[in-house]
Nanobody
């Protein structure tokens, strides 16, 4: 399975972006999917998770600001990011909840203050 994330960009603090991630195969029906991020020089962290029945989980730092959703018919998972902060700056990736699929290139999100 190949995972391609896109939709990143440069935005001012308080702005919004919506990321999309398309999988080349149908993995959403059997795997929980997540969005991860990796700031420059730091490790990768899981920030949002959606199960195959639609339940969601978020890391505390993005609760109330980010929303993960999925369209199983399109093999696509989304991340709506609102009220962005400079500390959200990172490369964003999607993968299953264990990170077991090959990592794609990710998409850069830069939030300026």
């Amino acid at each position: 399975v190949q995972l391609q994330a896109y939709g990143g960009g440069v935005v001012q603090a308080g702005g919004s972006l919506k990321l999309s991630c398309v999988a080349s195969g149908n993995i959403f029906s059997r795997n929980a999917m997540g969005w991860y991020r990796q700031p420059a020089g730091k490790g990768r962290e899981l920030v949002a998770l959606i199960s195959n029945v639609g339940s969601t989980t978020y890391v505390d730092s993005v609760k109330g600001r980010f929303a993960i959703s999925a369209d199983n018919t399109r093999n696509t998972v989304y991340l709506q990011m609102n009220n962005l902060k400079p500390e959200d700056t990172a490369v964003y990736y999607c993968n299953d909840w264990t990170g077991s699929q090959p990592w794609g290139q990710g998409t850069q999100v830069t939030v300026s203050s």
